[in-house]
């Protein structure tokens, strides 16, 4: 064992030399969390707001019965929102053209404008027009009753687009129930029973949420990214094997009076140490930089960590033991890890795979140390049970991979 640490020692050195080494390990996992987390993370976030929840701005120049109606019952929605905007004076002509022509900012989904011929248009209306939505807007769409709505422009979604208009109109057919009951009797006891939703004026806006959720992402990207990045040991542990085989250093360890798996332990130990701290980096710099939550037993963390590396250091340990030359390393290597990262789910959720594909990346320990590390951020009561058979299963992969690793390195002249 007191060879192995020596060998340990030695390789902490070297590596610590080798600046390329850390860079890859430790500065471009930072490097793409925060590109793909602030682009991609921030519209997942902005996207699942929106499916919470319509956020409608609504700016009334009539200030009639009627609007006052078509809010109420559009705010009347669950996970519709209304917002008013303030309109000083309904003949105010610069703010009206100003709310026409601008889109809404910021959190708002959409702006209904509400404008000051609304009323006069509606009551010159026919019944027919009046008891069909359809028919109500067929001549004009909206504009024709001096409705005009504008849709956000960043991230535009065609289904809330859709939505939105259609329960416009039918925010609209009950706010005009009576209008219609004046000129068609057999609807005047729907309008008397119609409910007039409480004041739409009166709703304060929720809190939305989107930092919560948008720091929830990287609750996704920085445990996918982390393990994506501590099985690149495999082509460093590979490129470390060759430079000592090229040197005579790994042959003289062989003639000398030390045990294959003491020289194996003893190159294995030194990527598990810089694999746990890569970890520990990652885990803390989501955790200051982009607010992700370490769950509520954030001491999971560490058995996670802990197998996760040593499944990777075993995988490059084997790899190390097959691979004879720097090409060898460099295609067989990416090869190896991009193939497994994609079919496990470390760059598209293995929610979104098909069926199989889903089974299939069972055969990647990159697959468990996900399930591991899902089950321990993104719920608030993780399963001890959950996480431990993937831990368990992790360390099935590192003893499977040093074992063979072991077998071959024996195998290989001296």
């Known amino acids: 064992m007191l060879d192995a640490l ?41 996207r699942e707001k929106n499916r919470e929840g319509l956020q409608i701005e609504v700016a009334d120049f009539c200030a009639t019965a009627s609007s006052r109606r078509l809010t109420g019952f559009l705010a009347s929605y669950e996970h519709v929102l209304v917002r008013p905007l303030a309109v000083p004076s309904p003949h105010d002509s610069v703010l009206l053209s100003t709310l026409q022509q601008s889109r809404p900012e910021g959190d708002a989904d959409a702006r209904l404008v509400i404008g000051p011929q609304f009323e006069e248009i509606v009551r010159a ?13 067929r001549e004009g769409g909206l504009e024709g009753l001096d409705l005009r709505l504008a849709f956000n422009t960043s991230a535009p979604d065609p289904m809330m687009e859709g939505l939105t208009k259609t329960l416009l109109k039918l925010s609209l057919q009950n706010a005009l ?57 495999v082509n460093i542990m590979g490129r470390s094997f060759i430079n000592e085989r090229e040197t005579g250093t790994l042959r003289r360890l062989r003639v000398a009076p030390i045990s294959p798996a003491s020289i194996l332990i003893g190159k294995t130990l030194p990527f598990l140490v810089l694999s746990l701290v890569q970890t520990c980096i990652l885990m803390i710099s989501g955790r200051l930089l982009f607010g992700m939550s370490w769950g509520s037993q ?40 991009l193939s497994s990262a994609g079919i496990s789910g470390c760059l598209v959720p293995r929610a979104w795979m098909p069926p199989l594909t889903q089974k299939i990346s069972l055969m990647t320990p990159h697959a468990w140390a996900l399930d591991a590390y899902n089950e321990m951020l993104a719920k608030e009561q993780p399963s001890l049970a959950i996480i431990g058979s993937s831990c368990g299963t992790l360390l099935t992969f590192a003893a499977v991979f040093y074992v063979l690793g072991l077998l071959r390195f024996r195998s290989l002249p001296a």
């Open 125 to 137: 209306k026919t019944p027919k027009e009046l008891t069909s939505p359809d028919q109500t807007t």
């Open 6 to 46: 020596t060998i340990t020692l030695k390789d902490l050195l070297l590596l610590r030399r080798d600046r390329r080494a850390l860079v890859i390990l430790v500065a471009m996992p930072m490097v793409i969390i925060a590109i793909v987390g602030s682009s991609t993370g921030r519209l997942r976030a902005s």
């Open 177 to 233: 129930l009576p209008v219609i009951a004046q000129k068609v009797p057999a609807f005047r006891g729907a309008a008397r029973a119609s409910v007039i939703p409480p004041a739409w004026e009166d709703q304060q806006p929720a809190e939305s949420g989107v930092e919560e959720k948008s720091n929830r992402v990287y609750e996704f990207f920085i445990p996918s990214y982390t393990v994506l990045f501590v099985f690149f040991l």
């Open 298 to 337: 954030p001491w999971l963390l560490l058995p996670i960590m802990m197998c996760t590396s040593a499944a990777a250091t075993a995988l490059g340990l084997l790899f190390s033991t097959v691979a004879r030359t720097e090409s060898q390393v460099s295609s067989f290597g990416n090869l190896i890890l």
